[in-house]
Each structure stands twice: as C-alpha cells, then as structure tokens.
C-alpha cells in the first residue's frame, strides 16, 4: 500500500544517504593504505559486481531479469557511465586533489541540476516544502564545512568534484526520465559495464595490489556505499519524485561528518553544529509527505 513505510521512496534516499556518507571515511583509509585513486574506483565497482551477480546466479528469477535486460544494454551503458565512472573515478581523483570536506559538499551541491531538469522535463513539482529542504540542507552543508579547518583544493580537485557531481545528478534524473526500474539485477549490469569503464584508467595508469589497510577499506566501500547506496538510490528513484531523492541525498555530508568524528575523532565548530541542525530541519521537510507535491505525469 502506498502509506507503508517500504513505499516510501523518501526513506530510500535516505538509507542511501547515510550509507553514502561513509565513503569518505573509507576512502580516507584507504589512501593512508597507499592505494591509488583509480585503484579504488575499480576495485569497489569490480566486486561489487562480482558480489551482485553472485546473488543473481543462485536465485532463478533473478538470473531471468539479467538476461532480460540485455535489451536494455545501451541505455544501461549511458547510465553506468554516469553513475560509475563519472561519479566513482572522478570523486576519488577528487578527494586526492581536494579535502573530502570540500569535495563531498561540492559533489552534491550540484545536485541541483536534478531538481531543476526534474521540474523541467518530469513535470514534478517542487514546492515550497522541497524549496525549502534543500535550501537549508546546502546551507547547512556550507556552513559545516566553510567554518571547518583544513578545507582546501586545486582548481582541479574542484572541478572533478563537480564534475562527479553533475554526472551523479544526471544518473538521477535520466534513471527516473527512461523508467530503468530497480533491484539486483540492474546492479549487476550498472556495475559490470561500469567496471569496463574503470579498466581503462587502470590500464593506463598501471595497477598493484592493495596492502591489508586499503583492501579492508575497499571491502567497505564495496559492501556499504556501493552496493547499499546504489541500491536505495535506484529503489528511490524508481518508487519517488527524482527531485525528492536527490535533496535528501544532499544531506551525505553531515553523516560523512558523523562518521569523521565517530572514526578519527574530527570536531566541528559552533557554526558545524549549527550547520547539522540546518540539514536535520531540511531533512524533515523533505520526509514531510505533502500530497500537493506528488510528481505530474510524465509524457513521452
């Protein structure tokens, strides 16, 4: 029934929020491991492919939903392009070039480039409830971290970061605008095609193993933001207004901060505090079920 809890997509996003959020703490891990950054990229897409399509391989109705998709293998290439390699490839190069804080909060800023195609091409509406909700998230993901110390980068760092931001909020949307539906099935494909992508720079750019410190951090990233983000993300997506998904998901930051502080102990200030509380009154104006806000039918 569409009041229950698992319909609501809102929920979704937010589960892939928190579970995003742990990616910089991982990826912090695994560079003082020595890994690289295109190594990172890889390896997590990589076994999480091999996680997903094992869990597909033992389930009969699953492994049907694999082959059925081939049909749908252009547009699932387009997706895993922007979802995987832009998102996985240039994040990472970007947490290398700029500090997480800065590149977390620059990749999801421009996520707003979802909500206004979403208005544009979905027919959704936005209003004043979600206005509001991501005004103050962005807001307070700002203050947290232009008050924050050690918060710099390269013009290059920024530039990766809302470049990955851009290609994630593109995922979004063209996931919502095509109707490409949810579930493992779909992982495996995103994921195997987006590995194909992520060869490439390990190609040129070389390849060693990670040591025990960055394999364990890699292991998290592929069970945690990987797989679990990925899945809630598409599950929001595909049962919710994409505009909806991806102003809850613009709260990643302040669990990333939340994790920071749990794991090596990082402190916010006074105006961090006040940035959490902004993104926690944003957050409950975007779980606020508003009937009047429900998305218009889409044409074509």
């Given at each position: 029934?569409?009041?229950?809890?698992?319909?609501?997509?809102e929920?979704?996003a937010?589960?892939?929020?928190?579970?995003?959020?742990t990616?910089?703490?991982?990826?912090?891990?695994a560079?003082?491991?020595?890994?690289?950054?295109?190594?990172?990229?890889?390896?997590?897409?990589?076994?999480?492919f091999?996680?997903?399509?094992?869990?597909?391989?033992?389930?009969p109705?699953?492994?049907r939903?694999?082959?059925?998709?081939r049909?749908q293998?252009?547009?699932?290439?387009?997706?895993?392009?922007l979802g995987?390699?832009?998102?996985?490839?240039?994040?990472?190069?970007?947490?290398?070039e700029?500090s997480?804080?800065?590149?977390?909060?620059?990749?999801?800023?421009?996520?707003?480039v979802?909500?206004?195609?979403?208005?544009?091409?979905?027919?959704?509406?936005?209003?004043?409830?979600?206005a509001?909700?991501?005004g103050?998230?962005v807001?307070g993901?700002?203050?947290?971290?232009?008050h924050?110390?050690d918060?710099?980068?390269?013009?290059?760092?920024?530039?990766l970061?809302?470049?990955?931001g851009?290609?994630?909020a593109?995922?979004?949307?063209?996931?919502?605008?095509?109707?490409?539906?949810?579930g493992?099935?779909?992982?495996a494909?995103?994921?195997?095609?987006?590995?194909l992508?992520?060869?490439?720079?390990v190609?040129?750019?070389?390849f060693?193993?990670?040591?025990?410190?960055?394999?364990?951090?890699?292991?998290g990233?592929?069970?945690?933001p990987?797989?679990?983000?990925?899945?809630?993300?598409?599950?929001?997506?595909?049962t919710?207004?994409?505009?909806?998904?991806?102003?809850?998901?613009?709260?990643?930051?302040l669990?990333?901060?939340?994790?920071?502080?749990?794991?090596?102990g990082?402190?916010?200030?006074?105006a961090?505090?006040?940035?959490?509380?902004?993104?926690?009154?944003?957050?409950?104006?975007?779980?606020?079920r508003?009937?009047?806000a429900?998305?218009?039918?889409?044409?074509?």
């Amino acid at each position: 029934m569409p009041s229950t809890p698992r319909a609501r997509p809102e929920l979704y996003a937010l589960s892939a929020a928190i579970l995003n959020g742990t990616l910089g703490s991982w990826n912090r891990l695994a560079f003082r491991g020595g890994a690289s950054y295109h190594e990172i990229a890889f390896l997590k897409c990589f076994f999480a492919f091999l996680v997903v399509l094992a869990l597909c391989a033992v389930d009969p109705g699953r492994r049907r939903q694999v082959v059925a998709l081939r049909h749908q293998a252009p547009r699932l290439a387009v997706l895993a392009f922007l979802g995987m390699f832009s998102l996985y490839y240039l994040e990472t190069w970007a947490f290398k070039e700029a500090s997480i804080p800065l590149a977390s909060f620059l990749t999801y800023a421009a996520g707003g480039v979802t909500i206004l195609l979403s208005a544009l091409c979905l027919g959704e509406r936005i209003g004043l409830f979600r206005a509001l909700a991501f005004g103050l998230i962005v807001g307070g993901v700002w203050m947290i971290f232009s008050h924050e110390a050690d918060v710099s980068g390269s013009p290059l760092g920024i530039a990766l970061a809302l470049l990955a931001g851009l290609g994630y909020a593109l995922f979004i949307f063209v996931s919502k605008l095509w109707r490409m539906g949810s579930g493992l099935a779909h992982l495996a494909w995103l994921f195997g095609l987006g590995s194909l992508y992520l060869l490439v720079p390990v190609l040129l750019e070389g390849f060693s193993w990670p040591g025990l410190q960055a394999g364990a951090a890699i292991a998290g990233m592929v069970l945690l933001p990987t797989i679990g983000g990925f899945y809630f993300t598409t599950r929001a997506v595909h049962t919710g207004p994409a505009s909806s998904v991806q102003i809850i998901e613009t709260s990643d930051p302040l669990f990333a901060t939340l994790f920071a502080f749990a794991l090596f102990g990082d402190r916010l200030t006074p105006a961090g505090w006040a940035g959490a509380a902004c993104i926690m009154a944003g957050l409950l104006l975007a779980l606020r079920r508003v009937p009047s806000a429900l998305p218009r039918p889409a044409h074509g």
